[in-house]
Nanobody
């Protein structure tokens, strides 16, 4: 079993920055890919970025490329943290942000097996 807990969301103005964290615990050693997704009201869940625990693979959605950065902080073998640094935020970035882990690289939600509960990000104009 793998547990994921997101934090760091909030209400900011356009142009501001936010740092989201995803604490991953449990048996995640066979889940090498960590992804961030977001879902705005009335829209489908969309891919934001992914990274592997080794840090050797990262990939971003075009809509966030150059503004968001994904990174990992490994604390020990059972608990690790993934960071999503979001800069130059726009109103269209408003959504609930979710982190997830999976076995293979991918940009679809179905590629990921365990999910957190999400954290709300609201960007005002």
């Amino acid at each position: 079993q793998v547990q994921l807990v997101e934090s760091g969301g909030g209400l900011v103005q356009a142009g501001d920055s936010l740092r989201l964290s995803c604490a991953v615990s449990g048996r995640s050693f066979d889940m090498p890919v960590i992804g961030w997704f977001r879902q705005a009201p009335g829209k489908e869940r969309e891919f934001v970025a992914y990274i592997t625990w080794s840090g050797s693979n990262t990939y971003y959605a075009d809509s966030v490329k150059g503004r968001f950065t994904i990174s990992t902080i490994s604390r020990d073998n059972t608990k690790n943290t993934v960071i999503l640094q979001m800069n130059s935020l726009k109103p269209e970035d408003t959504a609930v942000y979710y982190c997830a882990v999976g076995r293979w690289l991918g940009v679809r939600p179905r590629n990921y097996e365990y999910w957190g509960q999400g954290t709300q990000v609201t960007v005002s104009s």
